[in-house]
């Protein structure tokens, strides 16, 4: 079936690094990507998301690159801050029953030390 | 009303037990989810209903049963559950399921199943 890598699962950086976070999707008809941030006991949360028609979309220190024809894409942390740490979820569209599911990624989980 | 609520937040419930989880939207939102969660794991799709009409089955076991009573409100009717069943049940919602729009995620509940 359609599946959704993600690397690496875990990623330790010091606080004021950058952090970094690829995926890759299977299927070529996938369009939207979504990225998600999950703190311990909390519901996933939007952070940022593409659609295939751009190539990079930033906001704030959080920025997506997608490369549609290797099926890639990534998430950039800039400047980061102890409340990053989270497990983040990338995920793409799958157009299956008449509309778009979302496939997962496996998660990782970010850790930003002092 | 930006938000998607779930009650309850916690269930404790016995493998004779029957409950349902309830998910409620005022988001004028189409699509509504559910979502299994395990521990360190992501988000797996169970249901999606569109226009209040069950779109996606995703091959889930029958002690789960859907409801959709309405565009605002989505249960989850539980029946006969094993250990196994024990993990974090999402909703979501979205605009219109045949749209690549947002899901927002409840706060989930946690189930667990003596």
């Known amino acids: 079936g359609e599946n959704v890598e993600q690397h690496p699962s875990t990623l330790s950086v010091q606080e004021g690094d950058s952090a970094v976070i690829k995926c890759t999707y299977s299927?070529?008809?996938?369009?939207?990507f979504p990225w998600y941030k999950q703190e311990l006991g909390k519901r996933p949360q939007l952070i940022i998301d593409?659609?295939?028609?751009?190539g990079e979309k930033k906001d704030q220190r959080i920025a997506v690159t997608l490369n549609k024809t290797a099926k890639h894409f990534s998430l950039h942390i800039t400047e980061t801050q102890p409340e990053d740490s989270a497990v983040y979820f990338c995920?793409?569209?799958?157009?299956?029953?008449?509309?778009?599911?979302?496939?997962f990624g496996t998660g990782t989980q970010l850790k930003v030390e002092l | 009303d930006t938000e998607v609520t779930q009650t309850p937040k916690h269930l404790v419930m016995g493998m004779t037990n029957k409950k349902s989880l309830k998910c409620e939207q005022h988001m004028g939102h189409r699509a509504m989810y559910w979502y299994k969660q395990k521990a360190k794991k992501p988000p797996e799709l169970m249901f999606v209903?569109?226009?209040?009409?069950?779109?996606i089955n995703e091959s889930v076991p029958s002690r789960f049963s859907p409801e959709c009573p309405n565009s605002s409100l989505l249960n989850l009717h539980l029946h006969a559950l094993q250990p196994e069943d024990s993990a974090l049940y999402l909703c979501?919602?979205?605009?219109?399921?045949?749209?690549?729009?947002?899901?927002?995620f409840g706060p989930g509940t946690r189930l667990t199943v003596l």
């Open positions: 995920a793409a569209n799958i157009l299956t029953g008449g509309g778009n599911k979302l496939t």
């Open positions: 979501a919602s979205s605009l219109d399921f045949t749209h690549t729009d947002t899901q927002y």
């Open positions: 299927d070529s008809a996938s369009n939207y």
């Open positions: 593409i659609r295939s028609n751009v």
């Open positions: 209903y569109s226009y209040e009409k069950l779109s």
